[in-house]
């Protein structure tokens, strides 16, 4: 027993391990082995498909921090969830809200706009024969996207990188306790927080036709949202629509050129984008993993999770449990019922899949017609320190032109 956890946690220190960050698959497929393993005095980790899903789907394991013996340990300032650390019914009802704003006209009428903003970044790329396709591809369309759906200026976007950049540590499993981080993280979320209460008084002032002036107008017959709700929702939105996308976006381009094969039939069809992208959703997920908080004890696999433990989620093992998926390691985009966890699930299942989806499809379509010839100048190439939004810092390409 005393083995078991001992190894198990040995294990997870290495997924957080920088050095690892290229390639975590191969610790994932030891800890599949032991589908809930523990961790330590109040944490455990689960990786296998089954667990994970039964987890999403059971009301004993919470989203709430301050429901547990965590409260106050990580990164981010608990005294005003926002939706994705809050339970029901608070939870439904902000979801709610944000949902209603999300309608599918909206989201599908960012189609144009998004393929103009892919067909700008690749015709400034003509007469170059490299870039690094992180900083001039995958980090600008989804910024832009997120501020121009909520309506934040356009002039107002470069703060906001800065902003994104730190509040993606937030959701990080805290490893030792670094308060000069912590302070970091929480200036960056008040200038934020600020930023968004000034843009809310002016959206209701001057109401338009975006996410921003939609929930702050409240005319929404299902209700209002609080001041500090809304607030809270909007830093949400930008957040978690941001750093995912970029991942998505690069992990998608490495995934294809180390197999030119499905590179060259995307080219040809660009019909298979569909299937291409969930497989990279689920091969590479951008959310690696999530916690969860027992509100009771919970006992799976034999295992009793003692109430108030932090229960990791391993999506990206779970993605690659060979009992739900045969050949997991195989990057295989014909894969039947491909169910993954790279959206999450049950019901905290990612509000921004539609325009996610939506924003790849377009930029991998146009990037197979248009770049002629791509080939990864560095693989693997650098990654982000960040192991649950994990995705590569720069991605060097070069390529011999760009196609009409
Ligand atoms: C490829 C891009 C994206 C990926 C991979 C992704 C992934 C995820 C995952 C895994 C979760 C569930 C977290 C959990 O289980 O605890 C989630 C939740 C969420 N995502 Fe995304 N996301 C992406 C893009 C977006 C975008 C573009 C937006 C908004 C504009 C967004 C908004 C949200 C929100 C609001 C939640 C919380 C839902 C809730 O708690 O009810 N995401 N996302």
């Known amino acids: 027993m005393t083995i078991a956890r001992a190894s198990a946690n040995d294990l997870f220190k290495q997924v957080l391990d920088p050095v690892n960050r290229s390639n975590p698959y191969r610790i ?8 809930v393993a523990q961790l330590d005095a109040t944490r455990y980790v689960v990786t296998t498909y089954n667990e994970i899903i039964g987890l999403l789907h059971d009301p004993r394991a919470s989203k709430d921090e ?7 340990t990580s990164l981010r300032d608990d005294s005003n969830p926002s939706l994705l650390f809050l339970d029901a019914p608070e939870h439904d009802q902000l979801r709610k809200l944000v949902i209603h704003q999300f309608t599918p006209e909206r989201i599908s009428g960012m189609q144009g706009r998004i393929s103009s903003l892919v067909t700008e970044a690749l015709d ?43 509040l993606a540590h937030n959701i990080e499993p805290v490893v030792g306790y670094d308060p000069a981080k912590k302070t970091a993280i929480q200036n960056a979320d008040k200038e934020l927080h600020t930023y968004m209460s000034e843009l809310v008084k002016e959206k209701r002032a001057h109401p338009q036709d975006d996410l921003v002036s939609g929930l702050a ?25 941001h750093e995912t996308t970029v991942n998505l976006l690069s992990n998608s381009m490495l995934t294809l050129l180390r197999h030119p094969f499905e590179w060259r039939k995307l080219h040809e069809q660009p019909e298979r984008v569909m299937p291409v992208v969930e497989e990279v959703l689920r091969y590479e997920p951008p ?7 027992a509100l009771n004890d919970i006992t799976l696999q034999g295992v009793t999770i003692s109430q108030g433990s932090t229960i990791e989620l391993l999506y990206a093992a779970g993605n690659r449990d060979p009992r739900h998926f045969p ?15 790279g959206f999450g699930g049950g019901d905290h299942l990612c509000i921004g899949a539609p325009l996610a989806r939506i924003e790849v499809h377009t930029a991998l379509n146009e990037l197979a017609r248009r770049l002629i ?3 990864l100048l560095a693989d693997p190439p650098p990654y982000k320190s960040n ?7 720069h991605l060097p390409l070069a390529f011999d032109r760009i196609a009409d």
């Open 66 to 72: 301050r429901k547990s013996k965590a409260q106050g």
């Open 387 to 393: 192991p649950v939004l994990r995705g590569p810092q």
């Open 124 to 166: 400034a790329l003509r007469g170059q024969t490299q870039f690094d396709f992180v900083e001039k591809f995958a980090y600008p369309l989804p910024v832009t996207v997120i501020c121009e759906l909520m309506g934040v200026p356009r002039e107002d976007e470069q703060r906001f990188h800065a902003w994104a950049d730190m």
């Open 327 to 341: 050949h997991p390691n195989d990057f295989n985009p014909e894969r039947p019922n491909n169910q993954h966890f």
């Open 373 to 375: 010839n791509p080939r």
């Open 287 to 293: 959310v690696q993993f999530m916690p969860r908080y």
């Open 28 to 35: 994932y497929e030891q800890m599949l082995a032991n589908p």
């Open 217 to 241: 107008v409240g005319n929404d017959p299902a209700g209002q949202m609080s001041d500090k709700d809304l607030i809270t929702t909007l830093v949400l939105l930008l957040v978690a629509g």
